[in-house]
């Protein structure tokens, strides 16, 4: 058998038993004694038998592959936190999923033919950048799920963050600490942003004339983060005291710079992300930010994704989740002085 793949056949001659008693067991069906399915497994072992999960897909239903695609930004570390949740929903659903990546060497179209190539169900997208007649025609053909990022497309579900509750979250916090000059490092034409600008702007108002809100331009790495720092230091006149990034990658890049320059964190500057990446949580880090819920993110889109494909509803939904603000060591008190 080494010079082909191994079969269902192979493993229920190994085993001694008939090839639909093999599929019974991969299927996890009713019908196999426990020590006939023992057997069956340990015969898959020995063989390295590996099953073809899209074979027994198209097995149950001609017209079904039970395959999401997901487009994500490459780079991203959110979209990879997303896409864990994506998977933890849909195993249970009996849904695989197939990823496609988007790079500065390949596109978002690409990425999105490539899923239709590969005859997936439907289509989560990340943070997508595609023009909403775009996610019109897809919808079409498809069922289309916008993920984190809002977007009026007639039959495109939506599942995002309350993007500009979040924001003023964070400006909340650090009004109660006093802060009244805060910057916002904006996320430019990046999903989200023009709703946590807006949460941005909002809040500031919110705390009294006495306060102003500053913006700057950001983005999604360290090295924009760096860039704003840099330009945040060279402003002239009182520098403000508190800053809101536009995600977590972009307040680390901030950090990094400031503290390079002599400016404390916090004791100099308060620093709030957002998205409570994995290296928020550092110790050396320990980054205030405002939490997006990975887990209510992705069962939110596969039960967009069960509803139009399993239950037939052609209604569209705009789900919005809640996000928390984690308190961590990179905000602190303003110091007035005596």
Do not use: W
């Amino acid at each position: 058998m080494a010079n082909r793949a191994v079969t269902m056949e192979d493993v229920a001659a190994r085993a001694g038993v008939s090839r639909a008693l093999v599929s019974i067991v991969f299927r996890g069906a009713p019908g196999a004694a426990e020590s006939t399915r023992q057997r069956v497994l340990a015969a898959a072992r020995e063989l390295d038998y590996q099953p073809d999960t899209r074979a027994s897909r198209l097995g149950r239903s001609r017209t079904r592959t039970r395959t999401l695609g997901v487009v994500f930004g490459v780079g991203h570390d959110f979209h990879g936190d997303v896409i864990d949740a994506i998977y933890a929903s849909a195993g249970p659903a009996d849904y695989e999923v197939v990823l496609s990546g988007v790079t500065r060497h390949r596109s978002e179209d690409v990425a999105v033919r490539t899923l239709l190539a590969e005859k997936c169900e439907a289509l989560l997208l990340l943070g997508s950048g595609l023009p909403a007649k775009e996610m019109v025609r897809l919808a079409v053909t498809v069922p289309v799920v916008s993920l984190l990022r809002p977007v009026r497309a007639a039959g495109v579900d939506v599942v995002r963050t309350d993007d500009a509750g979040g924001l003023a979250q964070a400006v909340a916090h650090l009004g109660e600490l006093g802060h009244r000059r805060i910057a916002h490092l904006d996320g430019g034409r990046n999903a989200g942003a023009a709703e946590r600008r807006r949460g941005f702007r909002t809040a500031v108002r919110r705390l009294g004339v006495e306060a102003e809100g500053v913006e700057l331009a950001g983005g999604l790495t360290e090295e924009d983060g760096a860039a704003a720092a840099l330009e945040l230091l060279a402003l002239p006149g009182p520098r403000p005291t508190a800053v809101t990034a536009f995600n977590d990658r972009c307040a680390l890049g901030v950090m990094d710079v400031v503290r390079r320059h002599g400016v404390r964190v916090p004791e100099d500057l308060s620093v709030v992300g957002f998205d409570d990446i994995e290296q928020a949580a550092y110790r050396h880090v320990s980054l205030t930010t405002i939490r997006q819920d990975v887990e209510a993110l992705g069962a939110a889109a596969i039960e967009r994704v069960r509803a139009r494909l399993d239950a037939g509803d052609e209604s569209t939904r705009d789900v919005v989740v809640p996000p928390t603000l984690v308190a961590r060591e990179s905000t602190a008190r303003l110091d007035i002085g005596p």
